[in-house]
């Protein structure tokens, strides 16, 4: 399947209750040639009403980790395993995963990223591992099929913890490293 039946099927998906609340669906945004994709778990209220993910706070905190290791937004490809918002901003549900996950994996091989990061826990355990544990674990590498993944903090988890920063920062410097040394 190719980009553009991919979207309009996204768009036009009900295979869960969440088709039926969202303002927009939140495909992804990005180069679809990108070299690195960030996965998050699913769009906020900014995202939905945009139909871009992350663009509200989380996302301009996202941005600004991008611009401090010098990683050009526009040259990355965003996602989340959702693309529809789920109400209150709740975690998504395993079976809403489920109905959505295939979009996201038809991304992955469309785009045939060389790095994927996931953004915080709900991420991670879905594409790395089921028992990922995202305080103990975030920035180490792992090997999944052809690609090389990592976690690192959600961003809106840094907004309400803000002594995480540093700790995203460095990830950020290693993921930097990683995709230097991998060029």
């Known amino acids: 399947m190719g980009w553009e039946a991919l979207e309009n099927e996204c768009k036009s998906c009900h295979k869960c209750a969440l088709g039926d609340t969202r303002t927009n669906c939140v495909f992804g945004t990005g180069s679809r040639t990108a070299e690195l994709m960030f996965v998050g778990e699913a769009p906020g209220e900014q995202e939905d009403l945009s139909g871009t993910p992350f663009v509200g706070r989380a996302g301009k905190l996202l941005d600004q980790f991008l611009d401090a290791v010098d990683i050009p937004r526009e040259k990355v490809y965003i996602a989340n395993i959702l693309k529809c918002r789920p109400p209150q901003n709740r975690d998504p549900s395993p079976a809403e995963e489920e109905a959505c996950?295939?979009?996201?994996?038809?991304?992955?091989?469309?785009?045939?990223?060389?790095?994927?990061?996931?953004?915080?826990?709900?991420?991670?355990?879905?594409?790395?591992?089921?028992?990922?544990?995202?305080?103990?674990?975030?920035?180490?590498?792992?090997?999944?099929?052809?690609?090389?993944?990592?976690?690192?903090?959600?961003?809106?988890?840094?907004?309400?913890?803000?002594?995480?920063?540093?700790?995203?920062?460095?990830?950020?410097?290693?993921?930097?490293?990683?995709?230097?040394?991998?060029?």
């Open 101 to 183: 996950i295939g979009y996201l994996y038809e991304q992955m091989r469309l785009i045939r990223p060389k790095v994927i990061v996931c953004l915080g826990r709900i991420a991670a355990m879905k594409l790395i591992k089921p028992d990922f544990r995202i305080t103990k674990e975030h920035g180490e590498w792992f090997l999944k099929g052809d690609h090389l993944m990592t976690a690192v903090y959600h961003p809106a988890y840094l907004l309400r913890d803000p002594r995480k920063k540093e700790d995203m920062l460095t990830d950020m410097k290693r993921l930097r490293a990683k995709l230097d040394e991998m060029n």
